[in-house]
């Protein structure tokens, strides 16, 4: 942090004393600013249990368990022994492709619901107070109740399978997205607003016209960085029966298949990481590109 | 004809716009003068309903606008094209699609979605901004034209609104010299040739004395003055701008926004502080 200071006799007195109030202030600020801060961390470190001698006397156990999710490769018949380890890939490689596609498909879903709630959720452009009220509450509950509960609600009424994992990954990302749409749309420059309102567009025309196109940009952005997350989320949610890999892993995690347990979280990493490097690479060619909407 | 009859705007407290009665016929160029913060945009404002007042009432040819609502609303938004002193155009989109979005309300909600504009309002567009002396810039972005060239688009979507009525708001105060006479030539080019009134406020005496057939003066929400430029006397100029000053010391002031911080300069002189 720059410390500002002023040469005595440079400016009027009272301008001087005014200034410098202005930095104590600043000063003060800044020390309850890190004092709430030390205090937030001792007290999360507290009930977090979290002690370095817990952690030094976990830690080999870790070592333990990955030497004995690790499966024996021999050199001399390395090919037999990876088709041991890897002996249910047709099966784990067709759950995988169920898991990208849920993402995908609640990725698409949660957009769409963020996108329409969003304009009523930006205080700038919400038609009224009753919308707004309601958009920003409806995008609140659906991002910030765990998307694994709405996995298990949903696994009870339309039973075991994708379908259940779909719709909830699909309302957790239209909260969160929501959100964020709804403040990139508060930060867009109003005069554009302002000039299709006075040519006489309606509400929905000015959303089209004077807002979307400001942003799309960071629409895309974020709903690819979404997808990401849906995929990571999407492996998980079959630990509560809601489709995808998670079903396979949670199996063999509880069964000690330990093999198939390293196997398949292997598969899982692959996969982000493709995913991963897709997006980036669709985001780049989106930034690159003029005239979006 | 356009008729307004004690209009008033209040902002809290404040009073913006006071008991503003005024009869403006078809086809006049009016200047509207006045200090910062002597109403002149509340006033403009009101008249396409961007704003609206607090009192009084607003008659065009007839219809009384102060009391529309949704749809007879935009019509009339519509009717009575309007620019500002920022352009506000969309930055993002291209200049043809910013010039065809003054069709926008002729457009049901559902197709208007998908950009989809006849050839006969195309073409209109691209007369409109040949006119303008732009068609060469129709594929580009708005954000990549200069201040000048952004504001003559603005007019170019204006024309496509067909207006009775256009409303300028500061419409050169952001630009250059050149570009500033640029658009002003347009603004008494679409006001002689097609027969528009035009109501434009102006910061700059000069221009409002050159280009314009009426001058109405504003001073704290209040018409002060309203005839035509030559009786614009020295004594008028200085109670509206309230400056002691004779009338070359201060203009340049008004004129430009360099002056406001020149060591030595009144402050309470200066437009953009008061
Ligand atoms: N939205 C608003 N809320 C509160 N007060 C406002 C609002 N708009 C304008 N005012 C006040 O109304 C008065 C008139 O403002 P207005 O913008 O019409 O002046 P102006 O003549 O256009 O000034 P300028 O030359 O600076 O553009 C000012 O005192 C201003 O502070
Ligand atoms: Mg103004």
Redesign the pocket.
């Known amino acids: 942090m720059s410390e500002h200071t002023l040469k005595p006799g440079s400016l009027p007195a009272e301008v001087l004393a005014r200034f410098d109030r202005l930095r104590a202030e600043r000063r003060r600020t800044t020390v309850i600013g890190l004092a709430i801060f030390a205090l937030c961390f001792a007290a999360a470190a507290w009930v977090g249990e979290f002690s370095l001698s817990r952690i030094a006397e976990g830690a080999p156990r870790i070592h333990e368990y990955i030497v004995k999710i690790l499966p024996e490769l021999r050199v001399s018949q390395f090919g037999e022994d990876m088709a041991y380890w890897f002996y249910g890939l047709p099966q784990w490689l067709a759950l995988l492709w169920e898991t990208v596609l849920m993402a995908y498909l609640a990725t698409l879903l949660g957009t769409l619901g963020a996108v329409l709630g969003c304009f009523f959720a930006a205080h700038n452009l919400t038609p009224n107070g009753p919308a707004y009220f309601v958009a920003r509450r409806s995008l609140e509950v659906a991002r910030t109740i765990p998307d694994l509960v709405y996995a298990l609600i949903f696994v009870f009424a339309f039973g075991l399978g994708p379908l259940a994992g779909i719709l909830a990954i699909a309302i957790h990302s239209m909260g969160a997205s929501g959100k964020l749409f709804a403040e990139a749309a508060e930060n867009i420059d109003m005069k554009p607003v302002e000039g299709l309102r006075a040519a006489g567009a309606n509400w929905v025309q000015t959303m089209r016209y004077a807002v979307v196109p400001q942003v799309l940009p960071n629409f895309a952005s974020y709903t690819l960085w979404r997808f990401e997350l849906n995929v990571r989320t999407a492996a998980v949610l079959g630990f509560v029966g809601a489709g995808g890999i998670g079903q396979e892993l949670i199996t063999a995690i509880r069964m000690l298949y330990y093999e198939d347990v390293s196997a398949l979280v292997l598969l899982i990493v692959l996969t982000v990481t493709c995913i991963d490097l897709l997006c980036e690479k669709v985001r780049h060619h989106f930034i690159g590109k003029e005239n979006l909407a | 004809m356009l008729e307004l009859r004690n209009l008033t705007k209040r902002?809290?407290p404040?009073t913006?716009?006071s008991e503003v009665t005024l009869t403006i016929p078809a086809g006049q160029m009016v200047g509207v003068i006045?200090?910062?913060?002597?109403?002149?945009?509340?006033?403009l404002r009101m008249l396409n309903r961007l704003?609206d007042p607090s009192g009084g009432g607003i008659v065009f040819n007839g219809l009384s606008v102060d009391g529309l609502k949704g749809r007879e609303l935009r019509r009339w938004r519509s009717r009575c094209a309007m620019i500002f002193q920022q352009f506000n155009l969309v930055p993002r989109l291209d200049v043809l699609t910013n010039v065809l979005l003054g069709r926008i309300a002729e457009h049901r909600t559902l197709p208007s979605l998908f950009k989809r504009f006849s050839d006969a309002e195309r073409t209109m567009a691209m007369l409109a901004l040949e006119r303008l002396d732009l068609a060469d810039k129709a594929l580009q972005r708005a954000d990549t034209l200069s201040g000048g060239q952004q504001q003559r688009v603005a007019i170019a979507r204006a024309m496509m609104q067909q207006p009775e009525l256009l409303l300028a708001?500061?419409p050169i105060a952001s630009l250059d010299p050149r570009s500033a006479a640029k658009v002003m030539d347009a603004l008494r080019a679409i006001n002689r040739e097609d027969g528009i009134t035009v109501i434009c406020?102006l910061?700059t005496l000069d221009t409002a004395r050159q280009y314009c057939d009426r001058i109405i003066a504003?001073f704290h929400?209040q018409v002060v003055f309203d005839d035509v430029p030559d009786a614009l006397t020295r004594d008028t100029v200085r109670r509206i701008y309230g400056v002691e000053d004779d009338a070359e010391g201060f203009r340049e002031e008004l004129t430009s926004n360099s002056g406001w911080l020149r060591p030595g300069a009144p402050l309470a002189h200066s437009?953009a502080l008061v």
């Open positions: 902002f809290g404040a913006a716009v006045g200090r910062s913060g002597a109403g002149k945009s509340t006033l704003e708001d500061e406020n910061h504003m929400g437009p």
